[in-house]
T-cell receptor, first 113, second 114 residues
Framework: GQQLNQSPQSMFIQEGEDVSMNCTSS?????WLWYKQDPGEGPVLLIA?????ELTSNGRLTAQFGITRKDSFLNISASIPSDVGIYFC?????????????FGQGTTLQVKP | GAGVSQSPRYKVAKRGQDVALRCDPI?????LFWYQQALGQGPEFLTY????????KSGLPSDRFFAERPEGSVSTLKIQRTQQEDSAVYLC????????????FGPGTRLTVL
């Protein structure tokens, strides 16, 4: 099925470093969402973006909805060990009328204390 | 509880068996989604309900997959004659308003078909 292009696939960083990941699509999206998934659990919503150019923060997390509506990025500042997990972008295509989300393949984040 | 719950959390089936996976959405949530997540991949859409109506089943991979939500609350995903390629985590999500895109996910059911 259709998926977004999410990069990087994995990251191994030192505690305290900043992290950046992004998602791109060949088609226009109306909504971008960022989720975090821990092993054995379902994805947990971190940030939702609804307008092109929108920049939204949630604590140490900041995400932006690209002005072309075909991309989004997520930044995590001053990473801590509990940031470890898999981060997924998800988008709602402009062609969708049912709320069906398209997900990226995930970025696995590992943080070294 | 306040969140989406799913049962069982783990299911092992022999190839050819039928399975039924249950989802209890957040109370009062109108919209309910099922996704399939293969190992190392992002979730992929299976089907969508608004109340009891199944409005989109375009993601169901074959006619062995069937979902229902008869009273507009609890939903069941049924897989008939399971195959090894059906092994995955099945996630359920719900939202409070139709076309609200902030979907809240349950913990998933990990299905292993031997």
């Amino acid at each position: 099925g259709q998926q977004l292009n999410q990069s990087p696939q994995s990251m191994f960083i030192q505690e305290g470093e900043d992290v950046s990941m992004n998602c791109t699509s060949s088609s226009i999206f109306n909504t971008w969402l960022w989720y975090k998934q821990d092993p054995g659990e379902g994805p947990v919503l971190l940030i939702a973006l609804y307008k092109a150019g929108e920049l939204t923060s949630n604590g140490r997390l900041t995400a932006q909805f690209g002005i072309t509506r075909k991309d989004s990025f997520l930044n995590i500042s001053a990473s801590i060990p509990s940031d470890v997990g898999i981060y997924f972008c998800a988008g709602l295509p402009s062609s969708s009328n049912t709320g069906k989300l398209i997900f990226g393949q995930g970025t696995t984040l590992q943080v070294k204390p | 509880g306040a969140g989406v719950s799913q049962s069982p959390r783990y299911k092992v089936a022999k190839r050819g068996q039928d399975v039924a996976l249950r989802c209890d959405p957040i109370s009062g949530h109108v919209s309910l989604f099922w996704y399939q997540q293969a190992l190392g991949q992002g979730p992929e859409f299976l089907t969508y309900f608004q109340n009891e109506a199944q409005l989109d089943k375009s993601g169901l991979p074959s006619d062995r997959f069937f979902a229902e939500r008869p009273e507009g609350s609890v939903s069941t995903l049924k897989i008939q004659r399971t195959q090894q390629e059906d092994s995955a985590v099945y996630l359920c999500a719900s939202t409070g308003r139709p076309y609200n895109n902030e979907q809240f996910f349950g913990p998933g059911t990990r299905l292993t078909v031997l």
